[in-house]
């Protein structure tokens, strides 16, 4: 990492098999690290799987998975790792419906889990990730996630988004002992998946923009390197969007390791703004109305693709009050590479009502620090003006 001390900026060059492990002290003035020991995004990489729990071969291994997450690449795992002589057992949640991130299912894997286990391998996507991240945290025992789908953000995460009491809540979590992303799984995911993840990640244009004003308008600490490992990852998903439609492999690769390195940037910052601003709080906003309701709500990079038009719309609104120095999102250009992915770009599409529409974007910012356009919006006592001309755009 000689290179790395020379000079910061080669972070930005690293892959995210490369990021894996790095720490160095940054131009920002914070020491950052990365403290996965594995990161490895290609064609067949779910082979290495049984030479990645090599060092956890005295214990079992619980592989976790679902009904669809099993038959895609939990079972071909399970039988790698048996063939290899590793104990391994496994659980597979088969449910109807998606996964609910609630005590309930973390109760489940409580029950599951057997003394003596090593490593736990999970095999999904959003729900199992986040569930066996927050076993491997309280249990102290490591994981490694197999993803299935490039959908959302949450691989190299440490926070774990849970239902408690009905309420959405982030409780604490550790870093995968590797992340395992193998190509010929990633491209067969389901399309809707793939808008999701695509969305998670658009969603870094209008993130990157409220960060920018936060550090104007605030003072806040920002991050060269953070910010641009987000954006030149935002960049090659933009620039290959035909190709994650078509489910080209390179495409998907980049896809995949944008939402890792969103985590790993999110991580090495210390907290979640290089990679969630408005555009977040609106899909969060949603999220709790129908979990209220008790309703199923739409994946999360879905909704945040739309929240991302709503915050580029938002911008637009309040671009004469905006400093120089924030790059705000185009909602034109969002709106057409969603429309040109063929994912969700409009709320009323993804189901939302008119009234928590028009709700969310008086309160979504409500009770949530993370400075942002709408907090903005809500000193310059435009949010009433802005709720007005947004509902009418996308309602009638
Ligand atoms: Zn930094
Ligand atoms: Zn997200």
């Known amino acids: 990492m000689d290179t790395l001390k ?63 997450t099993y038959r895609v690449a939990g079972q071909a795992v399970e039988e790698m790792l048996k063939n290899k002589n590793f104990n391994v057992y496994s659980f597979v949640f088969n449910t109807p419906h998606e996964l609910v991130p609630d005590v309930s299912t973390l109760g489940r894997l409580l029950v599951e889990i057997e003394l003596g286990t090593s490593l ?43 239902i408690v009491d009905g309420i959405k809540a982030t409780l604490g979590g550790v870093y995968p002992y ?25 969603g870094k244009v209008n993130a990157l923009a409220d960060w920018n004003l936060a550090r104007i308008l605030r003072d806040e600490e920002y991050c ?87 915050a580029a719309e938002q911008y637009k609104i309040i671009k004469d009050k905006v400093p120089e120095g924030v790059e705000m999102p185009d909602p034109e250009e969002v709106t057409s590479l969603l429309k040109r992915l063929g994912a969700w770009h409009n709320p009323a599409d993804l189901g939302i009502s008119k009234d928590l529409f028009r709700r969310s974007i008086l309160h979504s910012k409500d009770s949530r620090p993370k400075f942002t356009s709408s907090h903005y919006a809500g000193e310059l006592g435009m949010l009433e003006e802005i709720a007005e001309i947004l509902t009418k755009k996308f309602y009638e």
């Open 178 to 202: 590797a992340i395992i992303g193998d190509i010929d799984i990633l491209k067969n995911a389901p399309m809707r998946m793939l808008y999701a993840g695509f969305g998670d990640i658009l």
């Open 120 to 162: 736990i391998v999970a095999v999904g996507s959003g729900v199992i990730n986040d569930m066996c991240r927050y076993l491997a945290y309280k249990l102290e025992i490591p994981y490694i996630i197999v993803g299935t789908a490039p959908s959302m953000d949450g691989y190299a995460s440490v926070v774990t988004p849970t």
């Open 6 to 68: 020379d000079n910061v900026e080669n972070v930005l060059l690293l892959s995210p098999e490369e990021l894996a492990g790095i720490s160095f002290r940054c131009t920002c003035g914070k020491e950052h690290s990365v403290d996965i020991k594995k990161i490895i995004i290609e064609k067949g990489a779910v082979n290495k799987v049984p030479e990645i729990a090599a060092p956890f071969k005295d214990g079992k291994l619980f592989l976790v998975a679902d009904n669809n």
């Open 224 to 310: 060269d390197i953070c910010a641009g490992l987000v954006k030149n990852a935002l960049k090659k998903c933009i620039d290959n969007i035909d190709g994650i439609k078509n489910r080209e492999e390179n495409a998907i690769k980049y896809l995949m390791e944008a939402l890792v390195i969103a985590g790993v940037a999110m991580g090495m910052f210390g907290n979640s703004r290089p990679a969630s601003g408005a555009e977040h709080h609106f899909a969060h906003y949603w999220d709790e109305d129908a979990i209220a309701r008790g309703a199923e709500h739409p994946l999360h990079g879905n909704s945040v693709g739309v929240g991302t038009v709503v």
